[in-house]
C-alpha cells in the first residue's frame, strides 16, 4: 500500500473550519487595521527605496538570525521555535492546498518526507518553548521583563504544538499501528504518543480524537486572530520593520531645514522636535508597536548599567502605552472639520520636572540619559530606532521649551558665540601648530588632505599631543596635507544629539562653504564625530568628500609600505569609539594598526569588543555634561580594561582619551595603565631607537 493518509479522518463537517478561519481571519484584520490607522497618525517618511538591499537584508535577519546569533541561548531558543513554527505553516498549507485542489500529492516518499520534517520540527518548537519558558520561570535575566502576554502568547503556541501532537498519536494509534505499523515510525512525534496511548482502544481514542479535533482547530484560529493584536504580532510588524529599517545608517540625523520652518512661521514652533505623538513619523510609531519588550536594549545600554533612568526598553512601551491610549482620540479629531480642534487630547510625550504631567510617557530624566551610543540599535532584532525617536523629542525640550541642563546651555552657547563647545579654554585653533611648519589653506596652501583637527583636537592639551602625533605620522609618510587653522568652527555634532538642530545646521553650513571656497574633496580626521558628521550628515547641505579616519589611514600607510613600525609594545587592548565602530562600521583598521605595533600575541581585545563594546559615556553631548550616575559608564569601562589585563589602551576618539584618562586618574592613578590614542602609539614607533 503507498504510504499516505486521510486529511479528514474521522472529522465531521470539516467546511464549517472555513467558516472559522474566515472569521479568524477577520478578526486579525481588523487588529491590523487599527494598528495601521494609528501609525497613519504619524507625519511622512520615505522608506521604500533601495527594494534590493531591504529584501536582502531581510532574509539574512529572518532566515538567518543574525542578530539573534549575538546571545547563543536566546537564539536557539528563537531559532527551534521559529523554524518548529515556519514547518508546521508550510505543512498546514500544502494539506489545506491538497485539500482544496482535489489533488492527491501527499503520498508516496514525498509523503514519509512530509511526515519525518513536520513533526521533527514540531518537537523542535516543543523544546524550544519549553527553553522559552524554563529561561522566563528559571534563570530570569534581569533584563527580561515578564508579562501576561509573554506567558500567555508562549503557552497558547505550547498548547497548539502539544494538541497537534495529541491528535496525531491518536490517529496512529488507531490506524498506523494496526493497518501499516511500518508507516507511523515515519511520525516519531506522533509515533510515540501512539504507544502511549494504545491501550486505550480504538474506539475511546476515536471519540477523544473527535473532540479534541475541533478543539485544536479552535485554539488555531484563536491563535491566528489573536496574531494581530498581542505579543506575537512580531510575526509580523518585526519582518516589516525589518524591510523598512534605515538604510543609511544609524550616524545619521535627518530633520527638516529649520531656518526655513521659522522663515515660513516665525511665530509657531510647534514643528521644532517632537512634543506629542502624532508628531512622531508613521515609522517611528510602527518601531513602538513592533518592540517585543525583549529588553536586549536595556542590557546593553551604558545609561541604564551606570544606575540611571533611561531604559530604552521602558522608553519604548511607555511611548506604545500612550500611542494606543491617546491615539484612537487623536483619530477622532482627524477626522473632523477642524483637525485643530483635537490637538488638545493628546497628552505630552515629556513629563515636566517637578510638576505633574498628566498622561505623559517619558520623564526629562530619562530622556537626558541617552549617550546615542547605537548599542540598543545594533542590538535590537527587529531594528527599533531608538536614538532618532529621543533626539526628536529632546529637539522639542530644547528648541522649543528650553528645557535643559546649565551645562548643556553653556556649551550650547558657545557653540552659538565662538564655533566650539569648550567653555573657558586658553587656546586657539593655532596655538598648537604655531611652532611646526604645516600648510594652512588659508594662506594660499594647497594639499590633496585636509587634515580636520576638530574643536578637541586642537583645544584640549591631553588631545593637542594627539593632534601633534598625527602630524609626525603624516610628514613621516609624506602625506601631503592641510589645516583649515582659524576658519574650522564646530561640526555641530555635540549640538545636534542634544537635540540643537538650528545650531547644527549653522555649524553645517558655515563648513560646507568654508570647504567649497577651497575646493576641499578628501579629509582625514582623528575624531569619529567629526567623520560621522561628514560622511553622513553633511551631504544634505551639500558637503560631499572622501572622509577618512586616521586609523584607517595610518592602516593604508603601513599597508602600502609608507610607514615602516617597530614591535615593541607588550601588553595592548583597544576601546571601540561608539561613532567610529557602531556606528560608521569602522573596527578592523585599528586592530591591523596595534597588532603591528604590539609583539606576537601582545593585543588581546576585551570581552565587550567591537560592536558591542561598551561606550566611553562622552556621547549624546556627555563631553560637556554629568548626571552623575551611581557607577560613571567611563569607570566601568576601565574594570573592564583591567580585567583584560592589557598595560596599555589604545584609543582613536579625543573623548574616549577624555574619558578613560578621567578613569584612570579617579580610579587606578597608580596602576601604571596607559591610555593613548593610536597616532601616539604609531608616531613613538617610527623614533629612532638610538
Known amino acids: 500500500m503507498e504510504p499516505t493518509r486521510e486529511i479528514f479522518w474521522n472529522v465531521a463537517g470539516p467546511a464549517l473550519m472555513y467558516v472559522l478561519f474566515a472569521a479568524a481571519l477577520g478578526f486579525f484584520a481588523w487588529g491590523l487595521y487599527r494598528r495601521i490607522r494609528l501609525w497613519r497618525l504619524g507625519a511622512p517618511e520615505v522608506r521604500l527605496d533601495r527594494i534590493g538591499e531591504r529584501i536582502g537584508g531581510l532574509l539574512a535577519e529572518i532566515i538567518g538570525h543574525r542578530r539573534h546569533r549575538r546571545r547563543s541561548l536566546p537564539a536557539a531558543i528563537h531559532l527551534l521555535i521559529f523554524y518548529g513554527f515556519l514547518a508546521q505553516l508550510v505543512a498546514t498549507s500544502l494539506v489545506s492546498l491538497q485539500d482544496w485542489s482535489g489533488v492527491h500529492f501527499l503520498r508516496g516518499s514525498f509523503y514519509l518526507g512530509f511526515s519525518l520534517l513536520s513533526d521533527v520540527f514540531g518537537l523542535f518548537a516543543i523544546v524550544g518553548l519549553s527553553m522559552a519558558l524554563w529561561r522566563r520561570l528559571v534563570l530570569r535575566p534581569a533584563h527580561l521583563h515578564s508579562f501576561f502576554d509573554d506567558w500567555f ?238 533626539v526628536d523629542m529632546r529637539r522639542n525640550l530644547v528648541m522649543t521649551e528650553a528645557r535643559m541642563g546649565e551645562e548643556a546651555q553653556q556649551f550650547l552657547k558657545n557653540i552659538e558665540d565662538r564655533m566650539h563647545p569648550w567653555v573657558g579654554t586658553a587656546h586657539d585653533r593655532e596655538a598648537w601648530f604655531a611652532d611646526l611648519d604645516i600648510k594652512v589653506l588659508g594662506r594660499g596652501d594647497t594639499a590633496e588632505y585636509l587634515f580636520w583637527v576638530g574643536c578637541t583636537g586642537a583645544l584640549v592639551d591631553r588631545n593637542i599631543e594627539v593632534t601633534r602625533a598625527m602630524v609626525r605620522v603624516l610628514q613621516a609618510a609624506g602625506v601631503d596635507f592641510a589645516v583649515l587653522g582659524a576658519e574650522e568652527c564646530c561640526t555641530g555634532d555635540p549640538a545636534r544629539r542634544v537635540g540643537e538642530e538650528l545650531s547644527f545646521q549653522t555649524c553645517a553650513k558655515t563648513n560646507v562653504e568654508t570647504l567649497e571656497r577651497y575646493g576641499v574633496e578628501k579629509i582625514i580626521t582623528t575624531c569619529p564625530h567629526c567623520l560621522n558628521s561628514f560622511k553622513n550628515e553633511l551631504p544634505e547641505f551639500g558637503g560631499r568628500y572622501e572622509v577618512i579616519h586616521h586609523t584607517q589611514l595610518i592602516a593604508d600607510l603601513v599597508r602600502s609600505g609608507r610607514l615602516q613600525l617597530r614591535e615593541e609594545l607588550a601588553s595592548l587592548t583597544y576601546h571601540d569609539p561608539c561613532y567610529l565602530g557602531r556606528h560608521n562600521g569602522v573596527f578592523d583598521e585599528p586592530r591591523e594598526v596595534l597588532e603591528g605595533l604590539a609583539k606576537p600575541g601582545a593585543f588581546r581585545d576585551m570581552e565587550q569588543s567591537r560592536s558591542r563594546a561598551l561606550c566611553c559615556g562622552s556621547g549624546g553631548g556627555y563631553a560637556w555634561m554629568d548626571d552623575a ?50 597616532a601616539e602609539l604609531v608616531a613613538e614607533a617610527l623614533e629612532d631607537p638610538s
Open 153 to 390: 502568547s508562549l503557552g497558547l503556541l505550547l498548547l497548539l504544538f502539544v494538541q497537534g501532537f495529541a491528535l496525531e498519536g491518536m490517529r496512529i494509534a488507531v490506524t498506523e499501528l494496526q493497518q501499516q505499523p511500518e508507516l507511523a515510525p515515519w511520525s516519531p512525534g506522533g509515533y510515540a504518543v501512539a504507544l502511549l496511548l494504545a491501550d486505550l482502544g480504538a474506539d475511546r481514542l476515536t471519540e477523544a480524537h473527535a473532540s479534541l479535533w475541533w478543539v485544536h482547530a479552535a485554539t488555531a484560529f484563536f491563535f491566528i486572530g489573536y496574531l494581530s493584536h498581542g505579543k506575537l504580532g512580531h510575526v509580523l510588524y518585526g519582518p516589516l520593520n525589518i524591510f523598512l529599517r534605515d538604510l543609511d545608517g544609524s550616524g545619521k540625523l535627518s530633520h527638516p531645514d529649520i531656518e526655513a520652518v521659522l522663515d515660513s512661521d516665525p511665530d509657531t514652533l510647534e514643528h521644532l522636535g517632537v512634543a506629542r505623538i502624532d508628531q512622531f513619523t508613521w515609522k517611528q510609531l510602527l518601531d513602538l508597536d513592533t518592540c517585543v519588550n525583549c529588553g536586549r536594549c536595556e542590557e546593553v545600554c551604558p545609561a541604564h548599567l551606570s544606575g540611571a533612568a533611561l531604559s530604552p526598553r521602558k522608553l519604548v512601551q511607555d511611548l506604545k502605552r500612550q500611542m494606543h491610549e491617546a491615539g484612537p482620540a487623536l483619530l477622532g479629531a482627524s477626522s473632523e472639520a477642524e483637525p485643530e480642534a483635537g490637538a488638545s487630547e493628546a497628552p505630552p510625550l515629556v513629563a515636566t520636572a517637578g510638576e505633574e504631567s498628566p498622561g505623559a510617557a517619558v520623564t526629562e530624566e530619562e530622556l537626558w540619559g541617552c549617550r546615542t551610543c547605537g548599542a540598543c540599535q545594533a542590538e535590537c532584532p527587529v531594528f527599533v530606532e531608538h536614538i532618532p525617536t529621543i
Open 629 to 678: 550616575p551611581p557607577s560613571r559608564i567611563n569607570h566601568q569601562r576601565l574594570e573592564q580594561v583591567r580585567s583584560c589585563g592589557a598595560d596599555t589602551t589604545a584609543v582613536s576618539c579625543p573623548f574616549c582619551m577624555q574619558m578613560l584618562d578621567e578613569a584612570v586618574a579617579s580610579v587606578d592613578p597608580e596602576g601604571g595603565l596607559r591610555v593613548a590614542d593610536i
